[in-house]
């Protein structure tokens, strides 16, 4: 079917742009090679990797009823007037960015790539990609030239999951094109979708600004978490610590500490140039191990109160990585629990997001009264703050709360 947009990638980068895009009545076809999450898409259902927080069933609903064509066929690339990698990238174990769904992207794409077409890459790169990487795989493929025959940028994804008042519309879109014609190209299709495009110098800019954004959230969460655990060895409040620091009108944001650090964004201390960026790898460091920090809290906490950690009840409260979504990307639920059954705990869980979920291949039994469960267990672990959770409720309820997102009343809970 003939379409303006071509969005390569439906998960948590490429559902969001085709619901903005289907909702300024450009007409949107969605190319993803795995069919399970084609077949679901088309049925009106959610990938269960991509739940609430992406998009609802209902806004997917609209989408399809706006013409909104979800297809792992390579054909529909052909004649649309724009095309966005949003293809996944995870962290390799050599600590660099595994660029193989945006290299399938770009190849399923270049034989079908025509003049004057606008190729853009939303997914997450490390700088220079789009130019070495993404180019020549799109001119092999197609005998055509980028920057002359067809446009090609990069723009970074400033996706929030759960924020429904950041989204796609509300949030300056950056782009950096290859040549000036490919950024007022790029800025022309997001025109359409946002209220605001910002103009980078080029790609490499355009990707060193996400490389930027997601580094700059590790770093400052891991200081925010060393700072937990030494004012918790000090005797000191944290929570009423940030509560004061925060009302510094100039030369501080706040950031919280947590369980550990998830989502999609991952940060990224080298990218193969000889320049590795010490503090990034610090942070990464330092996040990495707060879920060992919290099952020791955990467990000390039981034995505070008489009880070991082998057989223990243990909620555990909110398994996504980011409030109100039940995207697991990264999330440090899976290693606490882990953690937890290692020390003979007894684990079930409740998340409003998540209604099915496996550590270490076991099925961890859900809770579905909220209220009974926390009073029977030993030890309720909250590690994600949804907005259902009523943790004044919670603490009167439960024998034992420990709250690692700082946001029961003060006195209510044991807090990281």
Same mark, same amino acid.
């Given at each position: 079917?003939?379409?303006?947009?071509?969005?390569?990638?439906?998960?948590?980068?490429?559902?969001?742009?085709?619901?903005?895009?289907?909702?300024?009545?450009?007409?949107?076809?969605?190319?993803?090679?795995?069919?399970?999450?084609?077949?679901?898409?088309?049925?009106?259902?959610?990938?269960?990797?991509?739940?609430?927080?992406?998009?609802?069933?209902?806004?997917?609903?609209?989408?399809?009823?706006?013409?909104?064509?979800?297809?792992? %066929?390579?054909?529909?690339? %052909?004649?649309?007037?724009?095309?966005?990698?949003?293809?996944?990238?995870?962290?390799?174990?050599?600590?660099?960015?595994?660029?193989?769904?945006?290299?399938?992207?770009?190849?399923?794409?270049?034989?079908?790539?025509?003049?004057?077409?606008?190729?853009?890459?939303?997914?997450?790169?490390?700088?220079?990609?789009?130019?070495?990487?993404?180019?020549?795989?799109?001119?092999?493929?197609?005998?055509?030239?980028?920057?002359?025959?067809?446009?090609?940028?990069?723009?970074?994804?400033?996706?929030?999951?759960?924020?429904?008042?950041?989204?796609?519309?509300?949030?300056?879109?950056?782009?950096?094109?290859?040549?000036?014609?490919?950024? %007022?190209?790029?800025?022309?299709?997001?025109?359409?979708?946002?209220?605001?495009?910002?103009?980078?110098?080029?790609?490499?800019?355009?990707?060193?600004?996400?490389?930027?954004?997601?580094?700059?959230?590790?770093?400052?969460?891991?200081?925010?978490?060393?700072?937990?655990?030494?004012?918790?060895?000090?005797?000191?409040?944290?929570?009423?610590?940030?509560?004061?620091?925060?009302?510094?009108?100039?030369?501080? *944001?706040?950031?919280?500490?947590?369980?550990?650090?998830?989502?999609?964004?991952?940060?990224?201390?080298?990218?193969?140039?000889?320049?590795?960026?010490?503090?990034?790898?610090?942070?990464?460091?330092?996040?990495?191990?707060?879920?060992?920090?919290?099952?020791?809290?955990?467990?000390?906490?039981?034995?505070?109160?008489?009880?070991?950690?082998?057989?223990?009840?243990?909620?555990?409260?909110?398994?996504?990585?980011?409030?109100?979504?039940?995207?697991?990307?990264?999330?440090?639920?899976?290693?606490?629990?882990?953690?937890?059954? %290692?020390?003979?705990?007894?684990?079930?869980?409740?998340?409003?997001?998540?209604?099915?979920?496996?550590?270490?291949?076991?099925?961890?039994?859900?809770?579905?009264?909220?209220?009974?469960?926390?009073?029977?267990?030993?030890l309720t672990l909250l590690l994600q703050h949804h907005r259902?959770?009523?943790? *004044?409720?919670?603490?009167?309820?439960?024998?034992?709360?420990?709250?690692?997102?700082?946001?029961?009343?003060?006195?209510?809970?044991?807090?990281?």
């Open positions: 079917m003939p379409a303006d947009l071509a969005v390569i990638g439906l998960g948590h980068l490429g559902l969001p742009l085709a619901r903005a895009a289907t909702a300024a009545s450009v007409a949107t076809v969605g190319h993803d090679p795995d069919p399970r999450t084609v077949a679901e898409l088309r049925a009106g259902r959610l990938p269960a990797e991509d739940g609430p927080g992406t998009l609802t069933a209902a806004e997917l609903r609209r989408m399809l009823s706006a013409g909104f064509h979800p297809t792992t %066929e390579d054909a529909v690339l %052909e004649r649309v007037r724009t095309a966005v990698i949003c293809a996944p990238t995870r962290l390799g174990e050599d600590g660099v960015l595994d660029l193989r769904a945006v290299g399938a992207a770009a190849r399923a794409l270049a034989p079908r790539l025509r003049p004057r077409t606008t190729v853009i890459v939303e997914s997450a790169v490390h700088p220079g990609a789009t130019e070495e990487f993404v180019r020549p795989l799109l001119e092999d493929g197609s005998g055509l030239c980028a920057g002359r025959d067809f446009h090609l940028a990069y723009s970074p994804s400033r996706a929030d999951p759960g924020r429904r008042d950041r989204d796609l519309a509300r949030v300056p879109r950056v782009v950096g094109g290859l040549t000036p014609a490919c950024t %007022e190209a790029a800025a022309a299709f997001y025109g359409r979708l946002c209220d605001k495009v910002v103009r980078a110098r080029g790609p490499r800019e355009a990707e060193t600004v996400r490389m930027w954004e997601t580094n700059y959230r590790h770093v400052n969460i891991a200081l925010a978490n060393e700072m937990a655990v030494f004012c918790h060895d000090i005797g000191v409040d944290l929570w009423d610590v940030v509560r004061c620091a925060e009302t510094k009108p100039f030369g501080f *944001q706040a950031f919280r500490p947590g369980p550990g650090v998830g989502g999609h964004g991952t940060p990224v201390d080298h990218v193969g140039t000889g320049h590795p960026l010490r503090m990034v790898g610090l942070a990464r460091d330092v996040n990495g191990r707060m879920p060992l920090y919290v099952t020791q809290r955990s467990a000390a906490l039981l034995n505070e109160h008489g009880k070991s950690a082998r057989g223990a009840r243990v909620l555990l409260l909110g398994v996504g990585y980011k409030a109100d979504t039940g995207d697991q990307e990264g999330s440090p639920a899976p290693e606490i629990a882990s953690r937890l059954m %290692e020390l003979g705990a007894q684990i079930r869980y409740h998340d409003p997001y998540v209604p099915g979920w496996r550590v270490g291949g076991r099925e961890v039994p859900r809770v579905d009264c909220l209220y009974e469960a926390a009073a029977e267990a030993d259902t959770y009523d943790l *004044q409720g919670l603490a009167v309820k439960a024998q034992l709360l420990l709250d690692t997102r700082g946001a029961s009343p003060a006195g209510a809970a044991h807090r990281l």
